[in-house]
């Protein structure tokens, strides 16, 4: 359809096509011209090809029809008279979804404060002079007016920005390796084996009304092979050892880990779109950060629950309920555990970086209901008591630390079985945090978790409350995650809009490939980061898959920090390929002279029956 | 649900019920059959006969429907199941599928006419962007019986979601090909169609076969598909509804309405009429013609419009009459409706006389119509009503 003089302006560098069939002599107006926005549907459906000496909307505009055309047509330079001596020449050089430049490191002058506003305080003599400058300002909590006065405009100064860079907190983690797991009459640790209170599966039974059996399974590496029911997640085992959730110390396991599976009583598995029940070593993705490491122990727990609870709410609830019986006996032994068991200790620094650019990573988390729900905020890493669920907090935004992410304080309730859905053990090893929260060019603010309710209404709500949020924050730039894909596109596309919107440059991310193709888009979704990995860009139910690893997160960073350095990110190409993903990570390594390592995707594995018959019928 | 289906709802004579009062009949049950040309016709509703007359038979559906039918029976062939499912051509003219298509085209062509010509008609359209492949197979099933080497799908460009959904469908195959067609009315006309497709210029009353081509609409394309795969009678028909009612100004689509329902039943289902209001047209705008809150939908229905109302003019008409708009009938309840008399009538330069109707000789090429004026004036017009598509 004809465009408009506003909308030839925008898109002045895009092809010129004629929308209908014009006659020689016409003049060439926006009326003439196809939206540039369906030309690529056009040129998909076969209905157009455009030649290499296709013209610009910017360079027809005003000149004449030589020959009449009919619709469809891409104006050509025979074809018109009159051009206008545009800079046609000016020819992208980088076939890519972004520019090869790096962010200047620049250091930004802090906005608003000039140096006459500083508030100097000369003392030239005194004795035993304490100022107590508190952080926040409130009123009414100086005695003497005089030196209230002071102290506000000491702590506006510091609040702007202060030019030091400063650890804002740490977060130690302490591993026990763990190389055995077996049943025993209690549940202890010792030395490098765990015994699991063997009638403890009773009591994680009886916890639950709608648990009607539970079987706690060992599996060592070489039962990999062995048929599970669909995994729901796969958790670490830690608990605090000082300290509340993203500070002070935790203890954690090293070589086993949870994992939570289970069906209804009629043999139907608990999932929705998807389940990744079937031999382990088919349908799990080790070594990703949701996903069992090969080589872990999995102590695995079989949940039967109600027939037809497997699609409600409390039935995949009591599943994880029944299940953390279990852990937290573990973990009370393992906050227990003699020190010298300790094999290896980690320190993660969250730091402010005076003058860099602030960032938040915003994490959309399942909050549809059913089995799409997350616990927030448990008492113990990954646990769920003390936690609230998203979906009875209404999905709104959290903020929460990167720390708070990296301790566990999302026991992840999601239906785990598709290949895009992140586990428990995801965040407490989420790449992305991670990564940005060490760049050194970045002052990671915090995280952002936003759950995705399933009606649009409310998809719309707790958006807008985002950008509140983001907007509070005063960041200069943002990254936006999901997970699954479809219905939370929705929201997702609004997140970014709502950030957008707000003029600070945002980065989203998301399995896309072919299956998960973007259902709806707004023009602030201009950087995208596809978490696919799968060889045929699909939803292949291999645990893990595509989800964020660390290569996604990479790829996320250089790309925002080029848009905060105000480069154009070139459009994608309008079909699925593998190829712009490679393309950018090449540009990444050549500027930054590091090599990233690309995570290997299903082809790695024998191919389970699921595959073959449904997935990749071409193999 | 009550339907009353119509004996004649095709070209032809009426065909002849093959049920009884007081009956009880399944939804897809055959109710009546031509004796000559014309068209099997079968009930749209699981229900009880309520009525036989000439002119129709009435049902009165059960409260519970559900979407089985009764299958059309076994056949050897693929124009034998057109036949038996009773297609029509439900772009409006309604002739007996199976009669055009019972040629060989010795490697001509096909055209899927999906011009969707009249204004505010989008069911078409709808059609094409939810369900490409329903009318593709049915191309290519006309192609197969008509011996056709080549099709076309005719489409105005400005109905770029339809024309890209199917278009992508048939993006590998070389026999299928899509042709645009000018945005006027009526580029629709089978014989417009040809001018821009083909390039051949068909005098009037010829019809398309002179130049080795079918020209058939998407919907019936459809109906042909549903028949042969499905083994499904046409007992439904996809229409829009537009005009003076809350929640359609700009048409509103239904898919498969039963054959038989009110219109005022399928106003209900739209929203509140929009007081006052001229008239109810069945069909396009164009070449609707009156109906009331108790016509039906038939098998070429494509639209219910609520008019405007007429605005008053008592003075002496001149009318001025075309094949492709309004003709003397229509145009003369038009000004009978606003007050007016008629004073005078004419045709279009156009009009040709051929058997004992009048076609036009170029449609869509409109001639200056001043000498047709001056006349009218001359016969006491103080005001013409033309039925003209250009002015």
Partial sequence: ?????????????????????????????????????????????????????????????????????????????????????????????????????????????????????????????????????????????????KSENIVKDSALELKEDSDEDKIIRTLTRKHFEIDEVKFGDETKIQGTTLYIRENIVEEAIDSQDLVTNIELDIITPDRYGEYSNTIMDVQPIAVKEEGGLGEGIT????????????????????????????????????????????????????????????????????????????????????????????????????????????????????????????????????????????????????????????????????????????????????????????????????????????????????????????????????????????????????????????????????????????VVGNKYMDAMIDLNKSRQGIENEILSNNCLTKEDAKRALAMLKAKMAGETIKKAERKWSSDIKMNNIALIEKATGEKIELEPNETLLKMSEKRKKIYEKDK | MNVKIYLRQHVGVASTPTVEENEEVLRGQLIAKPKGLGSNIHSSVHGVVKKVSKDFIEIDGFDKQNEEFVKIKETDNYLEAIKEAGVVGAGGAGFPTHVKLDTSLKGGYVIANAAECEPTLEHNMKLLEEDPEVVIRGLKYVMKITNASKAFIVIKPKNKKAMISIARKIKENRKIEIKFLPD????????????????????????????????????????????????????????????????????????????????????????????????????????????????????????????????????????????????????????????????????????????????????????GQAKKILELKKNGAKAVLVGTCQD
């Avoid at chain 1, 506003?6 to 898109?11: D, I, K």
């Avoid at chain 1, 006659?23 to 690529?40: C, F, H, Q, R, T």
């Avoid at chain 2, 509804?241 to 289902?269: C, Q, W, Y």
């Fill in chain 1, 1 to 145: 359809m004809a465009i408009t003089a506003e909308e030839a302006r925008e898109h002045k560098d895009e092809f010129a096509i004629t929308c209908c069939r014009f006659e020689a002599g016409e003049e060439i107006k926006p009326s003439n011209l196809e939206d540039p926005n369906i030309v690529p549907d056009l040129e998909d459906s076969g209905l157009l090809e455009i030649p290499e000496n296709c013209l610009k909307i910017g360079e027809v505009l005003g000149a004449k029809l030589k020959v009449t055309v009919d619709a469809l047509t891409p104006l050509t330079p025979d074809l018109v008279e009159g051009l206008k001596e545009t800079v046609a020449e000016k020819k992208e050089e980088v076939e890519e979804s972004f520019k090869e430049k790096e962010v200047e490191e620049r250091v930004v002058p802090i906005k608003g404060i000039r140096d006459s506003e500083y508030v100097r305080i000369h003392i030239g003599e005194g004795k035993d002079i304490n100022l107590d400058i508190p952080v926040c300002i409130s009123q009414g909590f100086g005695a003497d007016t």
């Fill in chain 2, 184 to 367: 006027l009315y009526p580029s629709g006309d089978e014989r417009v169609i040809l001018r821009e497709v083909l390039g051949v210029e068909l005098e009037p009353g010829k019809l398309p076969l002179e130049a080795n081509a079918v020209v058939c609409n998407v919907e019936t394309l459809k109906n042909i598909t549903l028949a042969i795969e499905d083994r499904k009678p046409v007992i439904e028909k996809d229409i829009t509804i537009g005009g003076k009612i809350e929640g359609a100004k700009n048409g509103k689509v239904f898919l498969n309405v039963p054959i038989g329902v009110s219109t005022e039943s399928m106003i209900n289902k739209t929203g509140e009429v929009i007081k006052p209001y001229g008239e109810i047209i069945m069909g396009g705008a164009f070449t609707g013609s009156r109906g009331n809150l108790n016509s039906t939908i038939t098998k070429t229905t494509g639209g219910i419009a609520i008019t405007e109302s007429f605005p008053t003019a008592k003075t002496s008409f001149g009318i001025l009459a075309c094949e492709c708009g309004a003709q003397e009938e229509r145009l003369e309840e038009i000004a009978a409706e606003m007050g007016g008399e008629v004073v005078a009538s004419t045709k279009c330069a156009r009009m040709v006389k051929v058997g004992n109707q009048y076609k036009c000789e170029k449609p869509g090429v409109c001639p």
């Fill in chain 1, 251 to 518: 203890r954690v396991i090293d070589g086993a880990v949870v994992v939570v599976t289970g069906t209804d009583e009629k043999g139907v598995q608990i999932g929705e779109f998807g389940s990744s029940e079937g031999e382990i070593d088919r349908n799990v993705l080790f070594n990703r950060p949701g996903s069992p490491d090969d080589g872990d122990i999995l102590i695995k727990t079989n949940v039967t629950i109600k027939e037809g609870k497997n699609m409600e709410r409390p039935g995949p609830m009591a599943a994880h309920r029944a299940t953390d019986v279990i852990t937290q006996e573990i973990r009370e032994v393992l906050k227990k555990a003699d020190e010298e068991l300790i094999v290896n200790e980690e320190e993660f620094v969250q730091k402010h970086r005076a003058k860099r650019k602030k960032v938040v990573i915003v994490k959309e988390i399942m909050g549809q209901g059913a089995m799409h729900d997350n616990f927030i905020m448990p008492d113990e890493p990954v646990g769920t008591l003390g936690a609230k669920a998203n979906v009875d907090l209404g999905n709104v935004p959290i903020v929460v630390t990167p720390l708070q992410i990296l301790d566990g304080c999302i026991h992840a309730l999601t239906c785990i079985g598709p290949a895009s859905k992140e586990t428990s053990r995801h965040y407490f090893r989420e790449p992305l945090v991670l990564e940005t929260m060490n760049d050194e060019d970045i002052d990671l603010l915090a995280v952002v978790l936003v759950g995705s309710p399933q009606a649009n209404n409310e998809k719309f709500y707790v958006s807008r409350l985002l950008g509140t949020t983001v907007e509070a924050m005063n960041v200069d730039g943002a990254i936006v995650t999901t997970e699954g894909f479809g219905n939370n596109h929705i929201d997702f596309a609004s997140h970014i809009e709502e950030i957008g919107k707000r003029d600070i440059p945002v980065v989203g991310m998301t399995f896309s490939g072919v299956q998960g193709e973007l």
